[in-house]
């Protein structure tokens, strides 16, 4: 299986203190990597390092064989993000958010699959209401909805089913599976089982 995303050697600190080292894994079409282990493991320092948020110390990050600072534009490209914060706008709608999100990728925004991201968490009937005007919950699935409309191939997930009732963690899931089988890849660093069959498990400690 070829492999698409090589981590070799990645070594990061926080607050000038080592958070981990000598850190390497691949993944191939169709993976999903979890990252487990206690807080101050590294788990978000990681998922930060590739999404080029912190600099690593050490090591290199290859995208399809090519090392990820020779087109960093094109590597953010590829990548879809769902850190700890939802990252939305609060007096923009929900559905200003997504197209808003989508022209900040360089993408001309597709209605039909923002529509779609908006219907898989059942958020069609809020996609008007400003932001700031949602629950914790409301806007953990619109950040979802956010990560789905992009189509991005990699997708670096921070404690994906935070703040999300039963019915959205199954929805969740449902995204995820459909987003590997299609190919695409994942790393999610989370607390909570994620049931996804063939999950590879890598566990940090401090």
Known sequence: MTKLLEVAGL??????????????????????LVLTG?????????????????PAEAGTIQWRGANIGA???????AL?????????????????????AERLRGSEPAAARIDAALATFELVPLARRAVRTLSA???RRAALARLVA????????????????????????????????AGGL???????PLGIAGARTLELRP
């Open 11 to 32: 070594a990061c600190r926080r607050g000038g203190r080592p958070v981990f080292d000598r850190l390497s894994f691949s993944l191939a079409e169709g993976e999903l």
């Open 38 to 54: 206690p807080n101050g493991s590294g788990k978000s320092t990681l998922l930060r390092a590739l999404a080029l948020l912190v």
């Open 71 to 77: 087109d960093r534009e094109a590597w953010r490209a």
């Open 80 to 100: 879809g993000w769902l850190g700890d914060l939802d990252g939305l706008k609060g007096d923009l709608t929900l559905r200003e958010n997504l197209l808003v």
């Open 137 to 139: 919950g409301q806007r």
């Open 150 to 181: 992009a189509g991005a191939s990699l997708w670096l997930l921070d404690e994906p089913l935070n703040a999300l009732d039963a019915s959205s963690q199954v929805a969740m899931r449902g995204v995820l599976e459909r987003h590997l089988a």
């Open 186 to 192: 994942a790393i999610a660093a989370t607390h909570a």
